[in-house]
């Protein structure tokens, strides 16, 4: 190393208008010429010096030549609190709690682009403030089974929702001059296993079903940085993989940005440097994978890197590659004079915090109106469960944050309750009273030494008494819960929580259910509970949020991003037996799992197997109601590469403002190949105010109507017949109008 660092590059010194700045240092010439200029200036080793971490969230940048370090955080909920320079443990500073926003499943459930742009707008900002260039998020894995322990940070089961969703995201993100890590790239769907399961999976799935959303995250969103998953697929990790990283990404999709290793993802020098990662993060250390602490040089792309290109095993083009992207990469974050200053923990961003969580929170059900809650006459509330009180911004892995307030569901409805209502609350049950990750506690004291008939006791006693019982429960952030690097062992709810729910619908009929989790849930008891909310993790507002759904103050228009199937049964991953996957036999710790299912995920197995699940994707409902119209066609027949324009007239029917997401999906009525009964290609989330009505259209082209063909390595579209179907989830189509597609 030290003989290397003596050897300086060939140089071509670039200057600027004005001699006297170098032209890297110029704002004002264009990017690829700074590149080139810095790139020009580097000795070997300060090149390599830049492709790996430097401490636990950071890179190293050049000092001798005024380039900053690159600083990165998680993800993607908030700015997660400073960690020491080695160490997972909170650093203990007071000025780094943030927002916490909510979870990005429930960012999804909004069915609302606009609000994500605010999202990433938001978040950016606190980024920004907290001097971090890049954000380790969003996450777009697809929705595969219910038991992946992250599946909360992610955009539900629809490749089309992903992508829409995740667009506006990075856009908001990055006009901060804060890089989106879009993560994590790619066929990472459940957690166990995570740095041994090798995927198999065919290509038309591949590209139909798990790339989309971080294609549109490249080509639309403009991503600057995306990261490897753990996971292994063609048996090469996938932080070095040469088909996902060199092929797809950086070959057909374009991707001018960095490939960043997940935390202790890179497991080979050779496939680092030749298959595509640019920088490398977390290994080596004494987080995620063995070894000693302090030991960035020992990185698969530090001191290793460096003998290979001093005795020649690796020459200098996959370096000035990897370079250049971390240049871009300044020059677009910590090198943009022009970037904003950022804020953090504003009342816009309390305010969106709210929006999106009240626009998330889905309304499952709603039997005889019991929502919202009527407080025409003082009312006695009684509010059971673990959830209402329990703080969800601690635990959960690494998405876990230091939030400057988290409003618990009990305080946001005794707050809103207030001189309307008198509220009681008690446990009944006792899930995890834990609450620490990485040294932040929440300070909570939970812990309750009495028995589940004792609680239960005292939970049907209150709700006896009252005119309405509002049980909060769910899961939570535990191990084996909504958490990274463990999955859930089952669909139903844990610490008896049926048990409870059971019993106060039996002494009380107005119940509402809330279930706040990342994850579809088993609800057994779905037929005598009139009322039942799916709440997310919500963040920062999380208990105004909640009261206001329940008040009526906000009329619900989340949509499930996700099916809630009635049982395991109806996964295909856990019905096909292909979860977690099979232990390989050969002495190594490989677990092999093939997604035999396909491209039917999600509603597309459902749909395809005439199952009915609990819950369909899409579903959702309001305090009004919306009629929908017959959906026309602009024309009957369309070419493989024209355009057609669906359109419905939707009315408010009720006698509520409220807003309706607009759904429509496309059938291939006779196909070559086989093709999902339908799939969503287009979605409006539409306000109306009583008695309005709106005509809604969508624009299907090519794209819509095509499946990936393997063979020809690209999207066909086939002629015949098609049917364009609008609605108000993907089980509850209200009209339908078919066309001809034509060579
Ligand atoms: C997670 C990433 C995260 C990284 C840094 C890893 O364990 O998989 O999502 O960004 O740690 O905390």
């Known amino acids: 190393m030290k003989v290397i660092i003596s050897i300086m590059m060939a140089v071509t010194v670039f200057t600027s208008a004005n001699s006297a700045t170098p032209v890297y240092l110029d704002s004002g010439a264009p990017v690829e010429q700074r590149v080139e200029d810095a790139l020009s200036r580097m000795t070997l080793s300060e090149k390599v010096s830049m492709l790996h971490a430097q401490s636990k969230f950071s890179s190293a940048g050049v000092p001798r030549l005024g380039i900053p370090e690159i600083w990165t955080t998680d993800g993607p909920h908030g700015i997660r609190p400073e960690v020491l320079w080695d160490e997972w443990d909170q650093a203990g500073w007071t000025n780094d709690s943030c927002t916490a926003f909510p979870a990005l499943t429930c960012l999804a459930a909004t069915w609302n682009p606009e609000l994500s742009l605010l999202y990433g707008k938001s978040i950016g900002e606190e980024a920004r403030y907290r001097g971090k260039d890049m954000l380790l998020g969003p996450g777009v894995n697809i929705y595969r089974t219910p038991l992946n322990g992250r599946n909360f940070e992610y955009m539900g089961e629809d490749p089309y929702l992903a992508s829409r969703m995740v667009v506006p995201y990075i856009r908001g993100v990055q006009s901060n001059g804060v890089a989106a890590c879009v993560k994590h790239y790619a066929l990472n769907n459940h957690e166990v296993n995570r740095h041994t399961t090798n995927v198999t999976v065919d290509d038309r799935t591949l590209y139909e079903i798990y790339l989309p959303a971080f294609r549109a995250a490249v080509q639309e969103g403009g991503a600057w940085a995306i ?344 996964v295909p991953a856990h019905s096909l037996g292909t979860y977690p996957g099979t232990k390989r036999t050969d002495g190594t710790d490989i677990v092999d799992c093939n997604y035999a299912e396909g491209i039917f995920v999600g509603y597309r197995w459902l749909d395809r197997e005439k199952q009915q699940p609990l819950f369909p994707f899409g579903h959702g409902l309001s305090y009004t109601t919306f009629k929908y119209g017959r959906a026309t066609v602009d024309s009957r027949t369309v070419t493989t590469d024209g355009t057609l324009t669906v359109t419905v007239p939707v009315t408010n029917t009720g006698t509520r403002e409220g807003q309706e997401v607009v759904q429509l999906y496309i059938s291939d009525l006779k196909s070559s190949h086989p093709r999902p009964v339908k799939e969503l290609k287009g979605f409006r989330k539409i306000r109306l105010k009583p008695g309005e009505t709106a005509e809604v259209s969508f624009t299907v082209d090519r794209r819509a109507l095509s499946y990936f063909d393997p063979d020809r390595h690209g999207w066909v579209c086939e002629p015949g017949r098609f049917e364009a179907l609008v609605g108000a989830s993907s089980r509850d189509i209200r009209s339908k109008v078919s066309f001809e597609v034509r060579d």
Not at 366 to 378: A, E, I, Q, Y
Request: a negative charge.
């Open 227 to 570: 990261m490897g998953s753990y996971n292994l697929y063609r048996n090469e990790h996938c932080c070095h993989n040469s088909r996902l990283l060199n092929d797809i990404l950086k070959g057909e999709w374009g991707f001018d940005g960095v490939v960043v290793s997940d935390w202790g993802g890179t497991h080979d020098t050779d496939q680092a440097i030749a298959n595509g990662l640019d920088m490398e993060f977390g290994s080596w250390t004494n987080g995620l994978s063995a070894g000693t602490s302090n030991a960035y040089d020992n990185y698969y792309l530090a001191r290793p890197y460096l003998e290979r290109l001093a005795d020649g095993r690796a020459d200098t083009t996959e370096l000035n590659d990897k370079v250049r992207r971390i240049l871009r990469l300044a020059f677009r974050t910590n090198m943009n004079p022009g970037r904003p200053f950022g804020s953090l923990c504003t009342p816009g961003h309390v305010s969106a915090a709210r929006t999106i969580a009240g626009e998330g929170i889905v309304l499952l059900k709603n039997d005889h109106g019991v929502l919202p809650l009527d407080l025409t006459s003082p009312r006695r509330v009684a509010v059971i469960g673990e959830n209402a009180v329990k703080m969800m911004t601690v635990g959960g892995g690494s998405s876990s944050l230091k939030a400057r307030y988290e409003l618990s569901p009990l305080d946001g409805i005794r707050n809103a309750l207030e001189g309307r209502a008198t509220v009681e609350y008690a446990r009944g049950y006792v899930g995890d009273s834990t609450g620490e990750y990485n040294g932040v506690t929440t300070g909570q004291n939970l812990n309750d030494d009495r028995s589940a008939d004792e609680l239960i006791a005292e939970a049907v006693g209150l709700a006896r008494n009252a005119d309405y019982v509002i049980f909060i429960g769910g899961l939570n952030k535990s191990e084996h819960q909504d958490c990274e690097d463990s999955d859930r062992s089952g669909l139903e709810l844990p610490y008896d929580q049926d048990r409870v729910i059971t019993e106060l619908a039996e002494a009380n009929p107005n119940l509402i259910v809330v279930n706040i989790s990342g994850n579809a849930v088993a609800m057994p008891w779905a037929g005598k509970v009139p009322a039942v909310l799916q709440a997310w993790y919500l963040g920062t507002e999380a208990g105004n949020a909640i009261a206001d759904v329940i008040t009526g103050r906000v009329n619900p228009s989340g949509r499930l991003p996700m099916s809630f199937p009635a049982s395991l049964g109806q």
